[in-house]
């Protein structure tokens, strides 16, 4: 398959905006306030001068716990509300996943809220790096993909456990591919397209994913491909299949100095690859431990030396909101910049967010108080 030639700034130079909206409006949580997002920031920077061409952000509206909820659920007020907040700390892409299954089941209107969400992304000047498929999670059951509970809700990986392991169900996911390509396999608003988060855990999950990276490169377009992987290691079999955009997750790092030698092993390796290598997941220094308490936002402890090596990266997650993990949950895990009234957790992490565009600058409000809706997981950490 492909050698993946192409070289970091073509690949992440910012287009043309393709036109047309489809809205689709009234399918989930209405937003809790009217405030304006761009109060007291423009949300525009030069990109050219930018010290990270690459400034992103994993996105879920805020109570949405998995990848079906948030596209069966899709509620155009809260996305245009949220996307609203992400320009205004210079934030020039998005990490976003399909669902397979809410495809499944309304097709069309899941087209239309596709539609939506890409359009309202690129009027805020946002690329999205989007994920056909997840790895992460349980199987999808009806219970796991419904329930709304804060403390229980898990993601769920898609497909199912059931079509991943039997390649005579493959036509499935195969459809829901071609579905996608032939729409978006050109589309400027697309920064990359991701098959699949994180395969590698199980073997039938990594067998599946090359299957369907075959399809993929098959029906490739303009948009370079991509795999979520957890580490630098594994995009020398992804570059194998065809993958021309490279990724790494380090959400925590023990110590800084551990941090900065991660950051410089990104750099050698975009250097010896000749590709770009997204740390498309980061949270803050130091994992979070049970039974310690809470564990707040905390992203200025690691996007200065982000910022510092240039490193193109999106971070988890846009929205104030319980970890997507329950084993993170129980850890008292908080993640998120904004609230969803536009108040944002710590305005020490939104400026060295925006920092990373070369403008520190940015007011608002500041509470770090868990949301109301999310407090029974909060209560649940001292039963």
Known sequence: MGNGHSTRRAVLGFGS?????????????????????????????DETNAPVDVRGAIYFPSRAFNTFQMWNGYDSDVIERDLCYASRINLNALRVWLSFEAWQREPTRFGLRLEHFLTTAADHGLRVLLGIFEGIGANPSHHTLTNRDPVTARPVFSPSRKIMEQSKRWHLPREFIRWFMDRYRDDSRLL????????????????FAEGM??????????????????NIENNEQYRKWGSEVFQ?????????????????????AERRFGRPIWLSEWQCLKPPRRGQGTHPPNYSSLAPLIR?????????????????????????????????????????????????SGDPSFS????QE??????????????
Not at 21 to 34: C, K, T
Not at 192 to 207: F, G, S, T, Y
Not at 318 to 330: D, F, G, S
Request: charged share 25%; net charge positive.
């Open 17 to 45: 905006v393709a036109a047309g909206i489809g809205i689709v409006g009234g399918f989930g949580q209405r937003p809790e306030s009217d405030a304006d997002c761009t109060s007291g920031d423009d949300g525009t920077t």
């Open 192 to 207: 990359a397209i991701e098959l699949i988060n994180e395969p590698c855990w199980r073997p039938w999950k990594l067998q």
């Open 213 to 230: 990276f075959r399809t993929l490169w098959n029906q490739r377009g303009r948009v370079p491909l991509s795999v979520g992987s957890t």
């Open 248 to 268: 790494c997750h380090s959400n925590f790092g023990h110590t800084k100095k551990n941090y900065r030698n991660l950051l410089k092993r990104i750099n050698a």
């Open 308 to 356: 510092r090596a240039g490193v193109g990266n999106f971070f988890w997650s846009l929205m104030v909101k319980p970890a997507y993990q329950v084993y993170r949950r129980r850890q008292g895990l908080l993640s998120g910049i904004f609230h969803e009234d536009g108040a944002v957790w710590s305005l020490d992490d939104a400026r060295a967010i925006k920092a990373m």
């Open 364 to 367: 608002g409000e500041e509470r």
């Open 370 to 383: 868990w949301p109301e809706w999310a407090k029974p997981v909060e209560r649940s950490l001292t039963d």
